[in-house]
């Protein structure tokens, strides 16, 4: 029994193990919220068959022990022997010990299922991987999303099945990209649903209201080594900072033919859009360095994953931990 569970085991890791790796190297694209819950109920089968099965196996092993150790000593004892030497609880030790193939599943989905409860209801963190969202996030910043702000989802399907509040103008939010789903995205929302908007010489309007934008001291990006423009902008509630690149013309080159792009109009000065029901306009604060709806066009609410509030560690500036807008 105990070789089959340890052969049954090893292939089970193995599994991963080469999931994990071609998932790394590129052979294939993973996605982590399936790994971790394929690993919860791995694990979880393991759990619950050495609380009901291996475990009480084990103590009977151990019982029947200390019970042929007693009878052995009671017939030496008849015997006139009282000095024998006993190893009983070494052997103890040796037969309710978990072996390795129990450690490292039964023993480790205490641990995993709090990260996936964790992970797929509350919060998930978030590794900034570019530029686009300057000067808002940096690259490398690590930071926290609320899953359950726009209601609970199931994890790995990610269907909504309580709401929540919805998204507002304003927040920066992550969501699966619409192109590709198994990639999350990370940009501000400017349009919600019945909105048009308009950005047209790098000005943009809501419903033919032009938002606030105030001037500010030019922003220095480090990582290229450049100054550039730097506003704040005000949409709904929220009041944020973005940057425009002066080199960059408005004309959005290479749109993607996405759905609904029959709702928006592109000119040599920008991009007029109409939000249908049930999507959302998302633009990066890095206004002219910014793969965004402009581009590939609106995001479903069905792959929303959460709203983006704090920044909780930067290896390169510990300043950037705090909450942001």
């Not at 690993?39 to 619950?48: D, E, K, P, S």
């Not at 690590?142 to 099945?161: A, E, Q, T, W």
């Not at 959005?252 to 792009?261: K, L, M, S, T």
Request: glycine content about 8%; aromatic content about 14%.
């Amino acid at each position: 029994m105990r070789g089959a569970m340890s052969f049954i085991t090893a292939l089970v890791l193995a599994a991963f193990v080469g999931y994990g790796a071609a998932w790394y190297f590129g052979v294939l694209e993973g996605n982590f919220s399936l790994l971790l819950f394929l690993a919860a109920v791995v694990t979880g089968i393991y759990w619950v068959a050495e609380r009901l099965y291996f475990l009480p196996q084990r103590r009977k092993a151990v019982a029947a022990l200390e019970a042929n150790a007693a009878k052995r000593q009671a017939e030496l004892a008849q015997m006139g022997i009282s000095q024998v030497d006993d190893n009983t609880a070494e052997a103890r030790s040796r037969l309710i010990m978990q072996p390795w193939w129990l450690d490292w599943t039964a023993g480790l989905f205490p641990v995993i299922i709090v990260v996936f409860l964790l992970r797929s209801f509350l919060f998930e963190p978030f590794k900034i991987p570019s530029g686009s969202m300057i000067p808002t996030l940096l690259v490398n910043d690590l930071i926290l999303v609320n899953k359950f702000h726009y209601g609970v989802r199931l994890p790995v399907i990610n269907l909504k099945v309580l709401d929540n509040h919805s998204p507002e103008r304003g927040d920066v939010m992550v969501f699966r990209y619409p192109p590709k789903p198994s990639l999350d995205y990370i940009k501000r929302v400017v349009g919600i649903p019945g909105d048009e908007v308009a950005y047209l010489n790098k000005k943009l309007t809501i419903n033919g209201k032009p938002l606030p934008k105030t001037p500010l001291p030019d922003f220095f990006d480090a990582d290229s080594m450049r100054y550039a423009k730097q506003f704040e902008e005000t949409n709904g509630a929220k009041t944020y900072r973005l940057l425009n690149d002066d080199e960059r013309p408005s004309f959005i080159a290479g749109a993607d033919n996405f759905q609904f792009r029959e709702n928006c109009r592109y000119s040599t000065e920008g991009v007029v859009c109409k939000v249908p029901e049930g999507h959302y306009f998302m633009m990066g604060d890095n206004r002219d360095n910014s793969l965004d709806s402009r581009y590939w066009g609106f995001v479903p609410e069905q792959n929303i994953v959460g709203k983006a509030f704090f920044v909780w560690m930067n290896f390169g500036s510990l300043k950037r931990i705090g909450s942001f807008d």
